[in-house]
Antibody
C-alpha cells in the first residue's frame, strides 16, 4: 500500500525552527518527485516546495525561499522540510505529496500524507 | 504565477443532480490541470489529471473537460459521499497553483 506519513509539526514561537519529515512506503521513492503543500485553516492548498527524485533539483515558493529547505534521503525513503525564521503566516497543516509521474516535469499529486499541523505563535 | 479562479465558490445540490464546477486559468495551461476532492480533516484526493483523465479508483460519474484557459469538472449524478470541497490545480508552469475551492453542500 502506498503511504506517506508526516511528522514533526507542533507549536513554535515566531522566528523559531521546525523540521518536518515524511516517511514513504509502498513505492520506489527515488523514482518520484516529491512536494510539500500547506493549507492554512479555512483556506485552499498552497504549494510550498518540490524536489526531484534524485534530489538534485529543488524548487520553492517565493514566500518561503531563503527560509525553508527541502531535502530527501532516498536510502531511508524520507522527505524533509527544514523550516527556519517561522512567521505567524506559516501556520498551516503541512502535507507531503507525491507526483504521479505520468509525464516528465511537473504533474499532479496522486498521493498525499495525512498532514502535520504547524502553529507559529507566541 | 498562474492564477486559478474557480466558480462558483459554493453550491447547494440534491442527490442525483448534475453538478458542474469551472476553473479558469490566467493563461493557457495546455490541459495541465488536476481536480481534487477534499473532505473535512482529510488530505486532498486526486480525481482527475491532464484535465480529463480519471485517476484509478475514482467513480466514472466524475469527468473533466476543457482546453486553453477554461476547464470544467462534472459530477453526473451527485451521491452522498460527493459532498466535499473541490479544488483545481495547474501544473503547466511553476509554481503549481490551486483554485480557491468550490464547496458542494446538500440542498
Amino acid at each position: 500500500e502506498v503511504q506517506l506519513v508526516e511528522s514533526g509539526g507542533g507549536l513554535v514561537q515566531p522566528g523559531g525552527s521546525l523540521r518536518l519529515s515524511c516517511a514513504a512506503s509502498g513505492f520506489t521513492f527515488s523514482s518520484y518527485d516529491m512536494n510539500w503543500v500547506r493549507q492554512a485553516p479555512g483556506k485552499g492548498p498552497e504549494w510550498v516546495s518540490g524536489i526531484t527524485g534524485s534530489g538534485r533539483s529543488t524548487y520553492y515558493a517565493d514566500y518561503v525561499k531563503g527560509r525553508f529547505t527541502i531535502s530527501r534521503e532516498n536510502s531511508k525513503n524520507t522527505l524533509y522540510l527544514q523550516m527556519n525564521s517561522l512567521r505567524a503566516e506559516d501556520t498551516a497543516v503541512y502535507y507531503c505529496a507525491k507526483e504521479s509521474g505520468y509525464r516528465s516535469g511537473w504533474d499532479a499529486f496522486d498521493m498525499w500524507g495525512q498532514g502535520t499541523m504547524v502553529t507559529v505563535s507566541s | 504565477d498562474i492564477q486559478m479562479t474557480q466558480s462558483p465558490s459554493s453550491l447547494s445540490a440534491s442527490i442525483g443532480d448534475r453538478v458542474t464546477i469551472t476553473c479558469r486559468a490566467s493563461q493557457a495551461i495546455s490541459n495541465s490541470l488536476a481536480w481534487y476532492q477534499q473532505k473535512p480533516g482529510k488530505a486532498p484526493k486526486l480525481l482527475l489529471y491532464a484535465a480529463s483523465r480519471l485517476e484509478g479508483g475514482v467513480p466514472s460519474r466524475f469527468s473533466g473537460s476543457g482546453s486553453g484557459t477554461d476547464y470544467t469538472l462534472t459530477i453526473s449524478s451527485l451521491q452522498p459521499e460527493d459532498f466535499a470541497t473541490y479544488y483545481c490545480q495547474q501544473f503547466s508552469s511553476p509554481p503549481p497553483t490551486f483554485g480557491q475551492g468550490t464547496k458542494v453542500e446538500i440542498k
